[in-house]
């Protein structure tokens, strides 16, 4: 027996060892419950008024973060211990809710609440400068927590004092490159990305740059992975990703991110508003996105195997009324909205929940003649000529007013009832922040340009939208254009038409140096003017005073919402469209304005005309077009002349004999 101990020793070890090796090697399960570009959707909406938290199956309204909370808190529990919530970016700016965001932060502690465990900062987090995101994020934590925030490609200026604020917030960790999570025996990486795109349209986080996502991924990959030593690594990245219309394939940079970081098990994307019913897979990387505002919520089941990823299953839950609200947190809700009503909306007069006008029909933005933009570029032409159009001096009528796709942030729709409360209409062009007022929208401005400069202005739809996405599809108000496709870039619109002051268009004379007073938002304004420089100075357009005067600031083009005080007071775009929508006349008696039936369709201001003909193809273009034309003219002749020569040299002519 004595002999024996020793063979039973061995075997007992040999079987522990055994068992270890399995347990490491046996799967392990882990769950990513995900949304991205909330946009400080908090209510259901579709409208506003519809929205029925306390109850279920008697409203058409999709979104709330109260549902949200019931999808997580019932999703959490199916896997224990085995789980991460994670937000893709563009958590902020949307709603009447951001309003107060930097004072009581409600997007960030109801996220706290909600169990996120990672959010990236995305572009929209930027919009009230890096001083107003440092003064959202130490609110939260001020009042109750915020989740983790993650960005690891943020750039700040040492030299500049405007970043300071949040780069201090960066140091102390509350916004971190990455952070670790242990999860059913799993030690998990995750990183925060900003992507190039997003970069592009963040002009507002100025002095703070962003580095390179790809070079700044591949970076805190390989520490995580050679000094953290994980076993899974996972991408917030708030890059995107998007298909064409006419293509098969997925594009972004989310899918340039997975393909040159081929050590990402997981990226949790945003920006591009993307509802992937299924992950994509690149390599061994998977991606998802779960559209955008809240009506979604993904959820992807993993199992991990000697950091093996494996995806088991994955669904994306609709947020709509079939999903009972959390009631603790549509009462916090309740309570900002409170705070609304009387910090922000009360100065102009409106409470959050003021029925301002009633809708036969939905009015709805495309890339295309849009009756949501139609609505939207007359009213800042109304709100501007209510306070400058003097008819002594016809020169201070607004001529055109034009306003960009990715300006306007939602549909206005008609629901059930018809209703639009003031949290509906400002939804519509909820963005920005004051220039001289620290107040939140953009402000108004106008301008003069010349009839050139007009068509250059529109040359933006013709030819930089293409190019760059539904952003900058243009909705104009006062005139109506046609342009060729077919025809070359930054020379595409053929005819201009201007309305005049009885409503009749007439053709604009491109020879002409007369000035047409011009309004925008300021960020619109901004990108105009500058333009010129993406276009090598092809689409060059100087803003002007009323004596033709450039301006080299356009602070001085902000539109006086009360010439008797001194400064600027602010005409807010999405004031102005309140104030246009509330002037409609009430045709039913019942004391509420009504949209006209004008805005029911598109109005046709807008006509894209595809042709190869002359006549089209040189109507009204620019040297670019005749310099182009004149060097194709020279290259097929001097082809024939290449073509002459040759066939001479290759079939000579016999010389006559002499006799």
């Known amino acids: 027996?004595?002999?024996?101990?020793?063979?039973?020793?061995?075997?007992?070890?040999?079987?522990?060892?055994?068992?270890?090796?399995?347990?490491?090697?046996?799967?392990?399960?882990?769950?990513?419950?995900?949304t991205n570009d909330l946009q400080s959707r908090l209510l259901g909406f579709g409208p506003n008024c519809e929205y029925t938290p306390a109850t279920m199956n008697d409203d058409a309204t999709i979104g709330g973060i109260a549902r949200i909370a019931t999808v997580i808190k019932n999703e959490k529990s199916k896997a224990p211990e085995k789980n991460l919530v994670i937000d893709g970016g563009d958590f902020l700016m949307g709603t009447l809710f951001h309003t107060i965001a930097r004072e009581e932060s409600a997007e960030l502690r109801l996220m706290h609440a909600l169990g996120y465990d990672a959010a990236v900062l995305g572009n929209h987090e930027f919009d009230f400068l890096p001083s107003g995101l440092a003064k959202i994020i130490a609110a939260a934590h001020?009042?109750?927590?915020?989740?983790?925030?993650?960005?690891?490609?943020?750039?700040?200026?040492?030299?500049?004092?405007?970043?300071?604020?949040?780069?201090?917030?960066?140091?102390?960790?509350?916004?971190?490159?990455?952070?670790?999570?242990?999860?059913?025996?799993?030690?998990?990486?995750?990183?925060?990305?900003?992507?190039?795109?997003?970069?592009?349209?963040?002009p507002f986080a100025a002095p703070v740059r962003f580095a390179d996502p790809i070079a700044a991924a591949k970076k805190v990959v390989k520490k995580l992975r050679d000094e953290e030593k994980v076993d899974l690594i996972i991408c917030a990245s708030h890059g995107g990703v998007w298909r064409e219309s006419d293509r098969q394939d997925w594009q972004g940079q989310d899918i340039d991110l997975a393909a040159h970081v081929p050590e990402i098990d997981v990226i949790v994307g945003g920006h591009s508003h993307t509802l992937l019913p299924e992950p994509l897979r690149?390599?061994?990387?998977?991606?998802?996105?779960?559209?955008?505002?809240?009506?979604?919520?993904?959820?992807?089941?993993?199992?991990?195997a000697q950091k093996r990823v494996a995806m088991k299953e994955y669904h994306v839950v609709d947020i709509d009324?079939?999903?009972?609200?959390?009631?603790?947190?549509?009462?916090?809700?309740?309570?900002?909205?409170?705070?609304?009503?009387?910090?922000?909306?009360?100065?102009?007069?409106?409470?959050?929940?003021?029925?301002?006008?009633?809708?036969?029909?939905?009015?709805?933005?495309?890339?295309?003649?849009?009756?949501?933009?139609?609505?939207?570029?007359?009213?800042?032409?109304?709100?501007l000529d209510r306070r400058q159009y003097d008819p002594q001096q016809p020169h201070t009528r607004t001529a055109i007013a034009i306003e960009s796709n990715g300006m306007i942030r939602d549909h206005i729709l008609r629901g059930q009832t018809g209703l639009l409360q003031v949290s509906d209409l400002f939804r519509v062009v909820p963005l920005g922040l004051g220039i001289v007022e620290d107040t939140p929208g953009y402000p108004l401005v106008s301008f003069y340009l010349t009839a050139t400069e007009i068509k250059r202005a529109l040359e933006v739809l013709t030819s930089l939208y293409p190019l760059k996405g539904s952003d900058y599809y243009l909705q104009p108000s006062g005139l109506k254009f046609e342009y060729n496709p077919r025809r070359l870039l930054f020379d595409r619109v053929m005819k201009v038409e201007i309305e005049n002051e009885k409503g009749e268009y007439q053709t604009l004379d491109f020879s002409s140096t007369a000035l047409y007073k011009v309004g925008c938002?300021?960020?619109?304004?901004?990108?105009?003017?500058?333009?010129?420089?993406?276009?090598?100075?092809?689409?060059?357009?100087?803003?002007?005073?009323?004596?033709?005067?450039?301006?080299?600031?356009?602070?001085?083009?902000?539109?006086?919402?009360?010439?008797?005080?001194?400064?600027?007071?602010?005409?807010?775009?999405?004031?102005?469209?309140?104030?246009?929508?509330?002037?409609?006349?009430?045709?039913?008696?019942?004391?509420?304005?009504?949209?006209?039936?004008?805005?029911?369709?598109?109005?046709?201001?807008?006509?894209?005309?595809?042709?190869?003909?002359?006549?089209?193809?040189?109507?009204?273009?620019?040297?670019?077009?005749?310099?182009a034309a004149a060097l194709v003219v020279i290259v097929i002749f001097l082809l024939v002349k290449s073509v002459r020569m040759l066939f001479k040299k290759l079939h000579p002519k016999k010389e006559s004999l002499a006799i």
């Open 282 to 304: 690149i390599n061994q990387t998977l991606i998802v996105q779960a559209g955008a505002e809240g009506r979604y919520v993904g959820v992807l089941n993993l199992e991990i």
């Open 521 to 627: 938002n300021f960020y619109v304004a901004t990108f105009i003017k500058i333009v010129g420089d993406f276009t090598y100075n092809i689409l060059k357009i100087v803003p002007k005073d009323s004596s033709g005067l450039p301006m080299t600031d356009l602070q001085t083009a902000l539109a006086d919402a009360r010439s008797d005080l001194p400064g600027i007071q602010e005409v807010k775009e999405w004031e102005v469209l309140l104030a246009y929508t509330r002037s409609f006349p009430d045709g039913d008696g019942d004391g509420i304005p009504e949209i006209p039936e004008k805005y029911r369709q598109p109005q046709a201001r807008i006509l894209a005309v595809s042709s190869l003909n002359p006549r089209l193809f040189f109507q009204n273009s620019t040297p670019i077009t005749w310099s």
């Open 321 to 383: 009324d079939t999903i009972p609200a959390d009631a603790a947190i549509q009462a916090e809700v309740d309570r900002y909205q409170r705070s609304i009503a009387q910090s922000i909306l009360s100065h102009y007069g409106y409470t959050f929940d003021q029925i301002l006008a009633e809708t036969a029909f939905d009015l709805r933005m495309a890339e295309d003649n849009a009756n949501l933009g139609n609505l939207v570029s007359d009213a800042m032409r109304w709100g």
């Open 1 to 34: 027996m004595k002999n024996m101990r020793p063979f039973a020793h061995a075997a007992f070890t040999l079987l522990l060892l055994a068992h270890s090796a399995a347990s490491q090697t046996s799967p392990r399960r882990l769950t990513i419950i995900h």
């Open 142 to 202: 001020a009042r109750g927590g915020a989740p983790p925030l993650l960005l690891a490609n943020a750039v700040f200026d040492g030299n500049d004092p405007r970043d300071d604020e949040l780069q201090a917030l960066f140091q102390n960790g509350l916004v971190q490159e990455y952070r670790l999570y242990e999860r059913n025996g799993l030690k998990i990486g995750v990183f925060g990305l900003l992507g190039k795109s997003a970069a592009e349209v963040a």
